[in-house]
């Protein structure tokens, strides 16, 4: 059994920042935490930031230069680190991980809101 547990998000002002983290925790054995996404309201849930299998980075356009994704291998812990917020970024995000091609691990889901 395999749980990511989520930490940070909440309300924050335009122009602000949050960072996000997502633990890993039970069997542990060849977890691969590889990204974030979120969901607004009435929208699909969206890919945001995330590492390929070589652990390149790669961010959805709407994110690049603001927000920045990183991990402990060790900690097997991931974070988001999202500066200059915008209210368009609020929603619920959501971390992701993986045991190789079968196995797909999902966090509970934080929500973040971005006031003007």
């Known amino acids: 059994q395999v749980q990511l547990v989520q930490s940070g998000g909440g309300l924050v002002q335009a122009g602000g920042s949050l960072n996000l983290s997502c633990a890993a925790s039970?069997?542990?054995?060849?977890?691969?935490?590889n990204g974030w996404y979120r969901q607004s309201p009435g929208k699909q849930r969206e890919l945001v930031a995330g590492?390929?299998?070589?652990?390149?980075?790669n961010y959805s356009e709407s994110v690049r230069g603001r927000f920045t994704i990183s991990r402990d291998n060790a900690k097997l812990t991931m974070y988001l680190q999202m500066n200059d917020l915008r209210p368009k970024d609020t929603a619920v995000y959501y971390c992701?991980?993986?045991?190789?091609?079968?196995?797909?691990?999902w966090g509970q889901g934080t929500q973040v809101t971005v006031s003007s």
């Open positions: 992701t991980g993986d045991r190789g091609p079968l196995y797909d691990y």
């Open positions: 590492f390929s299998r070589g652990g390149r980075t």
């Open positions: 039970g069997s542990l054995f060849a977890i691969n935490l």
